[in-house]
T-cell receptor
């Protein structure tokens, strides 16, 4: 049983570019949450997708957008990249809500130059 | 509002015990605990859903005091493999993590 998978593993972009990160949830999970983790800090909640809709959003600008597909996989899009967007982007999946276990993928390391 | 963790860091010898605390200024309905090793993703340890609930995972257990809006993680007879950064997370559909507690276990 595959756990949460993310692609790509690493990405290098320049300021102003756009990036798309992908996530496939653990089998049986229907909810996907995205987090940004800067070095030495805890994960920061970006948003959560359930039933193909954004259910909850953290304190991130509109440059961060997402999508969930019928097979529960999800994408995170970031437009107009800033140097400060450099971080580890984590995807986590759960069933229905966060009152159940949440499993993280390995993350995508984004570097903005 | 992000929960507050204490201590920020702790160094132990193998076999020693440690307690990590997590408190919130908002009412808590559930608390998640995770461990993250350097360069890896956070790994789910346990979730506590009810006030007064206690859970165990090997020699790691946790308690949840709903009234005091806090949770504690207990590591007993620590092993080298327990080293890492521990995070508590609170929230229902918008999880907020504490800043983490860096635990180092030395031989």
């Amino acid at each position: 049983d595959a756990g949460v998978t993310q692609s790509p593993t690493h990405l290098i972009k320049t300021r102003g570019q756009q990036v798309t990160l992908r996530c496939s949830p653990k089998s049986g999970h229907d909810t996907v949450s995205w987090y940004q983790q800067a070095l030495g800090q805890g994960p920061q909640f970006i948003f959560q997708y359930y039933e193909e809709e954004e259910r909850q959003r953290g304190n991130f600008p509109d440059r961060f957008s997402g999508h969930q597909f019928p097979n529960y996989s999800s994408e995170l899009n970031v437009n107009a990249l800033l140097l400060g967007d450099s971080a580890l982007y984590l995807c986590a999946s759960s069933f229905r809500t966060l009152s159940t276990e949440q499993f993280f993928g390995p993350g995508t390391r984004l570097t903005v130059l | 509002q992000q929960p507050v963790q204490s201590p920020q860091a702790v160094i132990l010898r193998e076999g020693e015990d440690a307690v990590i605390n997590c408190s919130s200024s908002k009412a808590l309905y559930s608390v998640h605990w995770y461990r993250q090793k350097h360069g890896e993703a956070p790994v789910f340890l346990m979730i506590l859903l009810k006030g007064g609930e206690q859970k165990g995972h090997e020699k790691i257990s946790a308690s949840f005091n709903e009234k005091k809006q806090q949770s504690s993680l207990y590591l007993t007879a620590s092993q080298l493999s327990y080293s890492g950064t521990y995070f508590c997370g609170t929230g229902n559909n918008d999880m907020r993590f504490g800043a983490g507690t860096r635990l180092t276990v030395k031989p």
